[in-house]
């Protein structure tokens, strides 16, 4: 159940975080030249947000072995996307040297992913 409100509460800040980004930071973002870092931190925050729900759901049916790829997947965004935020409203450009962690933590998640997953046992 935990990382299936893990999943809601990524997706949820995925949508804020997207809005405030779109609105508040507009002007930031535009000067800085970043918009498209924020926006690509915002779409992978949210598809692996639907990773972690999806992933939470076959947990609990027994059909996913593993919580690992839901871990993997909470800390690629957190790294991915949290460095990717910070780097678009900052111009700390030694962040992006932390991105790949992320990125590599997001692949390490879709291959447990697979791994992990089974038919459930009837």
Do not use: C, D
Not at 38 to 59: C, E, K, N, P
């Amino acid at each position: 159940m935990l990382g299936i409100k893990i999943g809601i509460i990524f997706s949820l800040l995925s949508v804020l975080i997207g809005a405030f980004g779109a609105h508040g930071l507009k002007e930031i973002l535009t000067k800085l030249n970043t918009l498209e870092t924020f926006q690509t931190a915002v779409r992978y925050q949210m598809f692996h947000s639907i990773a972690i729900l999806l992933s939470g759901i076959l947990f609990q049916m027994n059909m996913l072995e593993s919580k690992l790829p839901m871990l993997l997947f909470v800390l690629g965004i957190i790294i991915f996307s949290g460095s990717l935020y910070l780097l678009s409203i900052s111009e700390i450009k030694w962040l992006g040297a932390i991105t790949p962690i992320g990125g590599l933590l997001l692949i390490a998640g879709w291959i447990t992913f697979f791994i992990s997953i089974h038919s459930p046992k009837i």
